[in-house]
């Protein structure tokens, strides 16, 4: 399954400690998630490229382990269990 991940561009800013960068990035427009790199300043350009880029890797994972646990819980076993207690 592919997914589209995008990193919503009003929700970047600054952490209100003042030393990090906070952001949303969304998979395939439904599934959200917030990132925060701390002491964004210490890091180059290309560090932060790469750490966007492996953030937004995860976020795709996490969606789609989402939607499988979805359709398992769906199409599991029976929502019913038998229980005797003492």
Sequence with gaps: ????????RDTTKGHENGHG??????????YEKSGHIQA?????????RRLRKDFMQEVAEQHHA??????????????QIEVELD
């Design 1 to 8: 399954m592919k997914h589209t991940v995008t990193i919503k």
């Design 21 to 30: 960068i906070v952001f949303v990035a969304t998979c395939c427009g439904k």
């Design 40 to 48: 964004a300043g210490k890091f180059t350009p290309e560090e932060l």
């Design 66 to 79: 989402h939607i499988r646990a979805l359709g398992h819980m769906a199409t599991g076993e029976s929502d």
